[in-house]
């Protein structure tokens, strides 16, 4: 079992940046960070691996990088050019199989975070 801690959100303007972090308490191979706007599904928004090779949602390429420190078990989110649609709960996932892990679908990430709130105002 692993259990993951977010931490880094909060409220900012349109255009703005936020850092969001994710604490593991054990190894992991693949790690990512999903969204969740009200009335919406949750959505892969960043991926990587043990590697470090990350993969991205179209709508935040460009604005987002996701990274990790494999020696401190944690990963990080750096949003930059914050748009209002970006508000949402963002969870921190994480699994230590192999499983499709770049197609950012939520079924192949065994463990998650409680999420931390990012608010985007225009």
């Known amino acids: 079992q692993v259990q993951l801690m977010e931490s880094g959100g909060g409220s900012v303007q349109a255009g703005g940046s936020l850092r969001l972090s994710c604490a593991a308490s054990g190894n992991t191979y693949s790690m990512g960070w999903f969204r969740q706007a009200p009335g919406k599904e949750r959505e892969g928004v960043a991926a990587?691996?043990?590697?470090?090779?990350?993969t991205y949602a179209d709508s935040v390429k460009g604005r987002f990088t996701i990274s990790r420190d494999n020696a401190k078990n944690s990963l990080y989110l750096q949003m930059n050019s914050l748009k209002p649609e970006d508000t949402a709960m963002y969870y921190c996932a994480a699994d230590r199989g192999r499983l499709s892990w770049w197609l950012l679908q939520a079924r192949n990430f065994a463990y998650w975070g409680q999420g931390t709130q990012v608010t985007v105002s225009s």
């Open positions: 990587i691996n043990s590697d470090g090779r990350p």
